[in-house]
């Protein structure tokens, strides 16, 4: 799951909000984190580990990586981490009547009121974020294809990361399929978490 993703899949509350993005940008245990962050960060970054663990060992999900051939199966997780952004974008009005555009400026909105308190590479990232409209560009596949071309740079060794697009066009209509039948089934996920949080 990307970052559109993870902020969708978070209860609407700015705390767990910013903890699901920040947990992109923190490592370690839990606790270890907890003596940085307030209660609902870490809520909101536990939430986003919970995801990605559902989301990797996923039987649809990981029939979508198989679909991706050589030489791009190694970068699938990175290709399927932004092509399910594209996807929520394309079928956003599937899983909620909220208005997808109001939602990404609430979430700008939100990361500019508290960008001092974002970890340093967060913070940094914010306005180039915001400019280059990182959570509501990807709904385009051309944009996903630039993504792929900027990651690949970032790669240590050689890769073939930025012609993925060529691959995802071949399975388009497959991983579509795969997205919508898997997600549903992460919301549902996530619902039960957060009513086992709440419980506690």
Known sequence: M???AHLFLSPDDPELLLGSLIADFTRGRLETLARDW???VMRGIALHRQVDRFTDDHPR???????I??????????????????FLSRYWAEFTRRD???????VYRLLEQRREQLPARLHALVPRMRREDWLGS???????????ERMATRLRQPNELGGALVE??????????DFRYFFPELIEFVQRQQEQTDRQ
Request: charge should be positive; proline fraction near 5%; avoid cysteine.
């Open 2 to 4: 990307n970052y559109l």
């Open 38 to 40: 307030s209660p609902g």
């Open 61 to 67: 999900v990981i029939r979508a990586r198989r679909r």
């Open 69 to 86: 051939a050589a030489p791009y199966r190694r970068y699938s997780g990175i290709i399927l981490d932004i092509l399910f952004d594209h």
């Open 100 to 106: 997808r555009g109001e939602f990404i400026r609430d």
């Open 138 to 148: 990807y709904r385009e596949l051309e944009v996903v294809g630039l993504v792929f």
């Open 168 to 177: 995802v066009r071949r399975h388009y209509p497959e991983l579509a399929e």
